[in-house]
């Protein structure tokens, strides 16, 4: 389970991004983080693995206090916490393969992936996520060779291959067209569902949150203003 404890982030020009935000997030949910922009929906989903480095408050994830770990240990349970990112964050001149390799190598230790020195239990792995998130025949193209929703699906695949405990995605539609984004939400939601890991998502697009997340927690000013299912949102809204 995660538990995000009273967090807050205020950056060195002064700006609160969060102030004070608590909710937790536990079996296989997809938790839609929504609001307008500048509402701190990135600065929250950053956070919880500290590549925001939050300036108060706590994050939990099963026993372990993230927010108290050090740089090794914090390398450790990152490994536990998947991250999919608005613009993939691929190693271009990396194969499919060896991009989702990297992920078992993990969190950035990419580099190692350059040595092309993988483990066969790694490459057996790789080979049913290419399959789960339909990448297969394209596994020796390229990163720079792939349309957007095939490079989005490289990112998920990365992040799924090392076991993570959970998904942390930051504006993962936001640079795909509107049906590319929505094959992302339902591959996510499958992910989610289908393998027992929560999925945080930071997304703009209030439909495509009411569409597919099992719960919505809305943002505003870098407070929660709303968190509950999406059919209790249509009614306040
Ligand atoms: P959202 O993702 O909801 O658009 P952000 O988390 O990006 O919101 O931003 C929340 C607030 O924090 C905004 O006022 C933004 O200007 C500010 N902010 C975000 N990143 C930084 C930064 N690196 N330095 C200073 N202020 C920042
Ligand atoms: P997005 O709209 O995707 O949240 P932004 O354009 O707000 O992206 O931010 C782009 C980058 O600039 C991010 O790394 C963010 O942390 C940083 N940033 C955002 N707002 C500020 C700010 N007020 N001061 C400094 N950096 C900021």
């Known amino acids: 389970m995660l538990t995000v404890d009273n967090l807050e982030k205020t950056y060195d020009s002064g700006d609160k991004a969060l102030k004070g935000v608590s909710f937790e997030v536990s079996g296989n949910e997809?938790?839609?983080?929504?609001?307008?922009?500048?509402?701190?929906k990135s600065t929250l989903v950053r956070s919880i693995n500290r590549l925001t480095e939050p300036t108060g408050g706590r994050v939990s994830l099963d026993d372990t206090e993230v927010t108290g770990l050090d740089k090794s240990a914090l390398r450790d349970v990152r490994r536990d916490m998947g991250m999919i990112f608005q613009e993939f964050n691929l190693v271009e001149r990396l194969t499919v393969?060896?991009?989702i390799l990297s992920g078992r190598l993990g969190y950035l230790s990419t580099w190692n992936a350059f040595r092309r020195n993988f483990p066969p239990e790694d490459i057996k792995r790789a080979r049913e996520i290419l399959s789960r998130v339909n990448l297969e025949g394209v596994e020796n193209n390229r990163a720079d060779e792939l349309s957007g929703g095939q490079r989005q699906r490289v990112g998920i695949a990365?992040?799924?291959i090392q076991r993570p405990k959970i998904l942390l995605a930051d504006e993962p539609t936001s640079a795909l067209d509107p049906d590319t984004s929505r094959e992302v939400m339902s591959l996510l939601t499958d992910i989610a569902h289908e393998d027992?890991?929560?999925?945080?998502?930071?997304?703009?697009?209030?439909?495509?949150?009411?569409?597919?997340?099992?719960?919505?927690?809305?943002?505003?000013?870098?407070?929660?203003?709303?968190?509950?299912?999406p059919d209790d949102l249509d009614q306040a809204a």
Not at 30 to 40: C, D, E, N, T
Not at 217 to 224: A, M, N, P
């Open 30 to 40: 997809i938790v839609a983080i929504i609001g307008p922009s500048g509402a701190g």
């Open 158 to 160: 990365r992040a799924v």
């Open 97 to 99: 393969m060896e991009n």
């Open 196 to 229: 027992d890991i929560p999925i945080i998502i930071n997304i703009h697009e209030v439909d495509l949150a009411v569409d597919y997340a099992d719960r919505i927690i809305g943002l505003s000013d870098g407070e929660i203003v709303f968190n509950g299912p």
